[in-house]
């Protein structure tokens, strides 16, 4: 198959090594149920299969040309949000601003789109900081200003700011981005995050013991969360010097910055939806619950690598 | 033609915004009947309230689903009647008005095999805040007991359209089927279960006050 015009080859190859380790997944997964058949094994099977659908429209997404990617992205980021507003209590009288919310969104890709570091660090953080409240000041109610205004502004950052770094990686100067360009830093993002969450998963499920944040995730542990680590590291400095500028041990560095900040993400948002009391976010993908619940890593994972990297790598400090 | 053109309607219009703008959660599918005659009794919030639970159903049974809906409103003007009749397929039903049984042409839609859409409720009201049922639902039950009715309870979509609202805001919306009812015996009995049956659905979701 010949690889497609304008993707780095390192790209096309990184995604066929995934495609690889997928069916190893399915392999894995069919065996187990075929030994053990039960809820257990159905339930990983429906991820897995869940797995299949959303890394092929990640593909086709990122190499189809920038301009999908980033529409892409938005969209994903537009479902998050969603499923965010719709959990939470509003108020009625906010129903226009929430769209002014909404429309923050195409604004925000399009900032980061034309990779304009200035408007995309400030649009969200200081300008719908300060439009949200007030408008709602404007509308005149009181009653539950605060919270309204508290949980519209932490769902906007959450979501759209946070998830918004996932663009501005693809944006990312062809000078600056290393030997696969934008892509290649977005997908070791993205691959390296997914593959800690699977990873802390497995290894919790082998080895867990001490319980790490009992009160927020019950499931989780200090072996799941170390054991996800050490293999993100390994994963990160193998790949990096491929899809990044980074040499090999910077690049584990990273690959170990993405499963501490993944991991956070993660909790984070399972204490949100703890919080409010509904186990996963949405119904949206089988196996897995709602968009939020599969991006929850994403959102610590995203902002943290991309500053990271400009901070260091793009400005040329290493 | 008619038929086609509701196909095409829902195809293309109805359930690609329901789910990209709105995302749809359903929860108890197969509560739902797979043929009629049947009845769904739901809450309702919003004109989004007949579309979605129509869309609840293969495209091929739509021309099966009536939705009963107030004469004054949905016949108020000849597009809107058309649409309403033909489009969406209801069974005007005249509020207030004296006749003989106003419930005729709902049981001859039964009598037919078909699924009737009712909001026990009446009109949309306060949107996201229940309404007592009406008693026209039992009257029907009676007189038809071998019909299964299916509790249906939605929330989100009047966040998303509440009455007297022109624009959409997206909001995912929860749909949860309970499993279905017939007649008790007596009217109380049996709007009894109904409102017993549609609270434990709305507790199901811990859903969140909207104000």
């Excluded at chain 1, 690889?3 to 780095?8: D, F, K, R, T, V």
């Excluded at chain 1, 995934?18 to 053990?36: D, E, F, P, Q």
């Excluded at chain 1, 799941?224 to 590291?233: C, E, K, M, R, V």
């Excluded at chain 2, 624009?167 to 279905?180: Q, R, S, T, W, Y």
Aim: include cysteine; aromatic fraction near 12%.
């Amino acid at each position: 198959m010949p690889i497609p015009e304008g993707l780095p080859e390192n790209v096309f190859y990184a995604i066929a090594a995934i495609y690889g380790l997928l069916i190893l997944a399915s392999i894995v997964t069919a065996v187990l149920k075929r030994r053990n058949p039960g809820e257990g094994t159905d339930e990983l099977s429906r991820r897995v299969t869940s797995w299949w659908f959303m890394i092929t429209i990640f593909t086709v997404a990122i190499i189809t040309n920038r301009v999908v990617s980033t529409v892409f992205l938005g969209f994903m980021t537009f479902l998050a949000f969603k499923e965010y507003l719709s959990l939470i209590p509003t108020r009625r009288v906010d129903r226009l601003i929430l769209l002014f919310a909404y429309l923050a969104i195409p604004v925000q890709f399009i900032f980061a789109h034309m990779n304009s570091y200035g408007l995309f660090l400030t649009f969200i953080p200081v300008w719908m900081f300060l439009f949200c409240p007030m408008t709602m000041t404007l509308i005149g109610k009181t009653e539950g200003f605060l919270r309204a205004v508290g949980t519209l502004s932490w769902g906007l950052m959450i979501t759209v700011f946070a998830l918004s770094h996932t663009a501005m990686l693809l944006a990312a100067d062809d000078i600056v981005a290393g030997p696969a360009g934008g892509a290649g830093l977005l997908l070791f993002l993205v691959a390296l995050t997914q593959f800690n969450d699977v990873a802390q998963f497995t290894w919790g499920k082998l080895f867990g013991r001490r319980k790490i944040v009992p009160k927020v995730s019950p499931k989780k542990t200090w072996e799941g969360f170390l054991g996800g680590l050490a293999s993100t590291i390994v994963l990160g400095a193998i790949a990096g010097p491929f899809l990044t500028p980074l040499p090999f041990y910077y690049a584990g560095l990273a690959g170990g910055m993405i499963a501490i900040a993944g991991f956070l993400g993660d909790v984070t948002i399972s204490a949100f939806k703890r919080d409010l009391g509904v186990k996963d976010s949405g119904g949206l993908i089988p196996g897995h619950g709602g968009i939020l619940d599969r991006v929850d890593s994403l959102t610590y994972a995203a902002p943290v690598f991309y500053h990271a990297m400009h901070f260091f790598a793009f400005s040329g400090r290493i | 033609m008619t038929r086609a053109l509701q196909y095409l309607f829902f195809l293309l219009v109805v359930r690609p915004v329901l789910l990209i703008i709105l995302g749809m959660n359903v929860r108890g599918r197969e509560n739902l009947p797979q043929k009629g005659p049947a009845i769904i009794a739901a809450n309702h919030n919003s004109h989004l309230d007949t579309l979605t639970l129509m869309a609840l159903f293969p495209l091929k049974e739509l021309h099966r689903l009536r939705p009963a809906a107030a004469a004054d409103y949905f016949l108020s003007n000849k597009w809107l009647s058309w649409f309403a009749k033909n489009i969406i397929g209801i069974i005007p039903l005249n509020r207030g008005a004296v006749r003989k049984n106003p419930l005729a042409d709902l049981e001859t839609a039964l009598d037919k095999g078909e699924i009737l859409v009712l909001f026990p409720e009446g009109s949309r009201g306060e949107p996201e805040q229940r309404a007592d049922f009406k008693r026209g639902v039992a009257y029907l039950a009676k007189s038809r007991p071998e019909v299964p009715v299916v509790p249906v309870f939605m929330h989100g979509l009047g966040k998303a359209l509440p009455k007297g609202s022109f624009f959409l805001v997206p909001f995912n919306c929860d749909v949860i089927a309970g499993e279905a009812i017939k007649w008790t015996g007596d009217t109380g009995s049996f709007m009894g279960a109904l409102e017993t049956s549609m609270n434990d659905l709305a507790a199901e979701g811990h859903f969140q006050p909207w104000e």
